[in-house]
């Protein structure tokens, strides 16, 4: 099933939810939109499930036009990120509801209702909890047994918006693998919301990268990380030293000072230089294309993040190997092993 | 984790101590000296006390102060047979009148949005802001003789004023407000996801609110019904308005009660109202009951 959305937009008074989106997910694919609170993931997934309605433009599903449909007829599964379980039944109950709301017609008999359930929570690994209440589950329980219920219609294609962000980190991560290997085995094009890079970069075949209702980039992760389209994405995707700078006659100067950088190429103005914060070489003073004093350094993890005054004015935070100890008031070169520069202030 | 707690006491004593210092934080929020408290609880104890508790021993001991044969036979008097039948009866149509009403308005506010939601809320607080004589007034305007649809009644033959429908309507509106000030809250906390979910599972519009929104919303349902049907069956001023009080067909119970007070037929007088005590007595206990569960509902809630 492909899902198909074409020049969507969406006003709520006069906010713009949705600015022109235009967007094509593959059979089978596992899409992440990313991007920050506002920036229109969330309305564009509850467009797709018919729980709303664009202003102008087209949702296709399986090249069908969707926005004939009602939410009922779309045969999409859609999870919450509050869950949105139905608190007065048994999680058997919640993963049967889209089989006992069926038309007669077309509706299973109990037994087959059953054996059907007892896959769902086999498959979500929760079998033991059929006859709990919802409240009785912790959050990563309660959102596993919310995709079993959306599974249980057999979907044509699967929304989570958020599906993660109400669980604490190391949940997350858990369902983060979870998820992926899930989605592995039942191959349904699903696209989900998070305004986080990490669970949308590991999770995802193909990141969406939203802000202010637009698009700014689409692509695999490895894209959006390593050659990011925008200054937003650069900003908004691993960590990023940003400093203002200006473009003139081939020179690139932050402040009035001149940067050893290449300006190969560059439209002149006022423009915007991106650093991956461990993509700063650390030199002896003097040896790169910035100079600073090191004003203090935290010790954590693999690296070391010690926070640099450039003598421009600006402080950046960078993180440096720990092979090389630094201290505060050292000071030091800093040259950078890749950048970009975008125009614009 | 690396650290560990080198080492745990017997978790008995650990167990004491968190005791110790839970009474010692209690003691230490009380800062009012003991006198204070003292004064305190009694003041709010005797007030209680001459104001709720002693009128309430005052009518069942009225009641009853002929004996228990005396309180039976003024209960079992023709007049008062019908004055329960008719409050039974107006109570029952207000409440289900109430009921859709409410449900419909309560829906209307805490699922959608439109212009003049506002308006709408101030609104459904109308009936308790105003007199309830002023109510009964209104419907004297309305459909009494010199009223706006007083020549068309009578035209075609309908009575509403001084019979069954004028007290059911003015019992209708000065009870309104109950059942959906009672789930107004409750709706709005809960949202519209539970709902979203049930129709992206495929199920019609009806059967989501029959096995979605209507069990979630049972407790605070029978809440409201429960309040709404004590104000009915009590209410005197707007009742007294519309009723003409014709002995034997169009008083209620709280008029019954008057017009035997003014008789000096206190043991009659009594008995009727003890019935209403009770029934006051009942909803206490039902509402609290009620509360309980509507707790539970939120705790269920809270994720």
Same mark, same amino acid.
């Given at each position: 099933?492909?899902?198909?959305?074409?020049?969507?937009?969406?006003?709520?008074?006069?906010?713009?939810?949705?600015?022109?989106?235009? =967007?094509?997910?593959?059979?089978?694919?596992?899409?992440?939109?990313?991007?920050?609170?506002?920036?229109?993931?969330?309305?564009?997934?509850?467009?797709?499930?018919?729980?709303?309605?664009?202003?102008?433009?087209?949702?296709?599903?399986?090249?069908?036009?969707?926005?004939?449909?009602?939410?009922?007829?779309?045969?999409?599964?859609?999870?919450?990120?509050?869950?949105?379980?139905?608190?007065?039944?048994?999680?058997?109950?919640?993963?049967?509801?889209?089989?006992?709301?069926?038309?007669?017609?077309?509706?299973?008999?109990?037994?087959?209702?059953?054996?059907?359930? #007892?896959?769902?929570?086999?498959?979500?690994?929760?079998?033991?909890?059929?006859?709990?209440?919802?409240?009785?589950?912790?959050?990563?329980?309660?959102?596993?047994?919310?995709?079993?219920?959306?599974?249980?219609?057999?979907?044509?294609?699967?929304?989570?918006?958020?599906? &993660?962000?109400?669980?604490?980190? #190391?949940?997350?991560?858990?369902?983060?693998?979870?998820?992926?290997?899930?989605?592995?085995?039942?191959?349904?094009?699903?696209? &989900?919301?998070?305004?986080?890079?990490?669970?949308?970069?590991?999770?995802?075949?193909?990141?969406?990268?939203?802000?202010?209702?637009?698009?700014?980039?689409?692509?695999?992760?490895?894209?959006?990380?390593?050659?990011?389209?925008?200054?937003?994405?650069?900003?908004?995707?691993?960590?990023?030293?940003?400093?203002?700078?200006?473009?003139?006659?081939?020179?690139?100067?932050?402040?009035?000072?001149?940067?050893?950088?290449?300006?190969?190429?560059?439209?002149?103005?006022?423009? #915007?230089?991106?650093?991956?914060?461990?993509?700063?070489?650390?030199?002896?003073?003097?040896?790169?294309?910035?100079?600073?004093?090191?004003?203090?350094?935290?010790? &954590?993890?693999?690296?070391?993040?010690?926070?640099?005054?450039?003598?421009?004015?600006?402080?950046?935070?960078?993180?440096?190997?720990?092979?090389?100890? =630094?201290?505060?008031?050292?000071?030091?070169?800093?040259?950078?092993?890749?950048?970009?520069?975008?125009?614009?202030? | 984790?690396?650290?560990?707690?080198?080492?745990?006491?017997?978790?008995?004593?650990?167990?004491?101590?968190?005791?110790?210092?839970?009474?010692?934080?209690?003691?230490?929020?009380?800062?009012?000296?003991?006198?204070?408290?003292?004064?305190?609880?009694?003041?709010?104890?005797?007030?209680?006390?001459?104001?709720?508790?002693?009128?309430?021993?005052?009518?069942?001991?009225?009641?009853?102060?002929?004996?228990?044969?005396?309180?039976?036979?003024?209960?079992?008097?023709?007049?008062?047979?019908?004055?329960?039948?008719?409050?039974?009866?107006?109570?029952?149509?207000?409440?289900?009148?109430?009921?859709?009403?409410?449900?419909?308005?309560?829906?209307?506010?805490?699922?959608?949005?439109?212009?003049?939601?506002?308006?709408?809320?101030?609104?459904?607080?109308?009936?308790?802001?105003?007199?309830?004589?002023?109510?009964?007034?209104?419907?004297?305007?309305?459909?009494?003789?010199?009223?706006?649809?007083?020549?068309?009644?009578?035209?075609?033959?309908?009575?509403?004023?001084?019979?069954?429908?004028?007290?059911?309507?003015?019992?209708?509106?000065?009870?309104?407000?109950?059942?959906?000030?009672?789930?107004?809250?409750?709706?709005?906390?809960?949202?519209?996801?539970?709902?979203?979910?049930?129709?992206?599972?495929?199920?019609?519009?009806?059967?989501?609110?029959?096995?979605?929104?209507?069990?979630?919303?049972?407790?605070?349902?029978?809440?409201?019904?429960?309040?709404?049907?004590?104000?009915?069956?009590?209410?005197?001023?707007?009742?007294?308005?519309?009723?003409?009080?014709?002995?034997?067909?169009?008083?209620?119970?709280?008029?019954?009660?008057?017009?035997?007070?003014?008789?000096?037929?206190?043991?009659?007088?009594?008995?009727?109202?003890?019935?209403?005590?009770?029934?006051?007595?009942?909803?206490?206990?039902?509402?609290?009951?009620?509360?309980?569960?509507?707790?539970?509902?939120?705790?269920?809630?809270?994720?």
């Amino acid at each position: 099933m492909t899902i198909e959305v074409r020049n969507l937009v969406k006003t709520f008074g006069s906010f713009k939810a949705l600015d022109g989106v235009d =967007l094509k997910v593959e059979s089978g694919e596992l899409v992440a939109l990313l991007g920050p609170s506002g920036s229109g993931k969330t309305t564009l997934l509850r467009i797709v499930a018919g729980l709303d309605w664009p202003d102008s433009g087209e949702v296709l599903i399986n090249g069908e036009d969707a926005l004939a449909q009602g939410a009922r007829e779309r045969h999409v599964g859609f999870v919450f990120q509050h869950y949105a379980l139905f608190r007065h039944m048994t999680v058997f109950e919640n993963v049967a509801f889209g089989l006992r709301v069926q038309p007669r017609a077309v509706r299973k008999d109990e037994a087959a209702i059953r054996t059907r359930v #007892k896959e769902l929570l086999d498959l979500v690994q929760l079998d033991w909890l059929a006859d709990r209440y919802p409240s009785q589950l912790s959050g990563g329980q309660r959102q596993r047994i919310a995709l079993a219920r959306a599974l249980a219609i057999e979907p044509r294609i699967l929304l989570l918006d958020e599906p &993660f962000g109400a669980l604490d980190a #190391k949940v997350r991560k858990e369902l983060r693998k979870w998820l992926r290997s899930l989605h592995h085995e039942i191959n349904v094009t699903s696209i &989900f919301v998070t305004h986080d890079q990490e669970e949308a970069l590991e999770v995802a075949n193909r990141v969406v990268v939203m802000d202010k209702g637009r698009i700014e980039q689409i692509g695999s992760p490895g894209d959006v990380y390593e050659s990011p389209a925008s200054a937003f994405v650069h900003g908004f995707i691993g960590e990023s030293i940003e400093l203002p700078v200006q473009v003139e006659g081939g020179v690139i100067r932050l402040g009035d000072r001149p940067l050893r950088l290449a300006a190969d190429g560059l439209a002149p103005g006022a423009s #915007k230089l991106f650093v991956r914060r461990h993509d700063m070489l650390v030199g002896p003073p003097g040896s790169g294309a910035f100079e600073g004093a090191v004003r203090h350094v935290r010790n &954590f993890g693999p690296v070391q993040r010690a926070e640099v005054a450039l003598s421009g004015g600006e402080t950046i935070e960078i993180d440096a190997p720990r092979d090389k100890e =630094l201290r505060a008031g050292d000071t030091v070169g800093l040259e950078p092993r890749r950048y970009r520069i975008f125009a614009g202030a | 984790m690396t650290m560990q707690i080198a080492h745990s006491g017997p978790l008995t004593s650990s167990d004491e101590r968190a005791r110790a210092r839970e009474a010692l934080a209690r003691d230490n929020l009380r800062t009012e000296p003991k006198a204070v408290r003292i004064v305190v609880i009694t003041i709010a104890i005797t007030f209680l006390t001459v104001f709720v508790v002693l009128p309430l021993v005052v009518v069942f001991a009225h009641a009853f102060s002929k004996g228990i044969a005396a309180y039976f036979a003024a209960l079992a008097e023709p007049e008062a047979l019908a004055a329960i039948r008719l409050t039974l009866l107006v109570a029952a149509i207000s409440v289900g009148l109430n009921l859709v009403f409410g449900l419909v308005a309560a829906w209307a506010i805490a699922k959608f949005d439109f212009p003049g939601k506002t308006f709408l809320i101030t609104l459904i607080d109308l009936p308790f802001s105003v007199s309830p004589v002023i109510s009964g007034l209104v419907f004297v305007l309305l459909f009494g003789a010199q009223g706006y649809f007083g020549g068309w009644l009578r035209d075609h033959d309908i009575q509403i004023l001084f019979a069954v429908p004028g007290i059911a309507l003015a019992t209708t509106f000065v009870t309104f407000p109950f059942v959906a000030r009672a789930l107004i809250p409750l709706m709005q906390e809960q949202g519209t996801q539970e709902e979203e979910a049930a129709i992206s599972l495929g199920a019609t519009g009806l059967q989501t609110f029959v096995r979605v929104t209507l069990p979630n919303i049972k407790w605070g349902v029978l809440y409201g019904v429960l309040l709404c049907n004590a104000r009915a069956m009590g209410e005197f001023g707007a009742v007294s308005v519309v009723s003409g009080h014709i002995r034997g067909e169009t008083n209620t119970m709280p008029l019954l009660v008057e017009i035997l007070y003014n008789e000096y037929q206190f043991v009659a007088a009594f008995a009727i109202a003890s019935l209403l005590a009770m029934l006051a007595l009942i909803t206490l206990i039902a509402k609290a009951v009620l509360e309980r569960h509507l707790d539970e509902g939120q705790d269920a809630n809270d994720h």
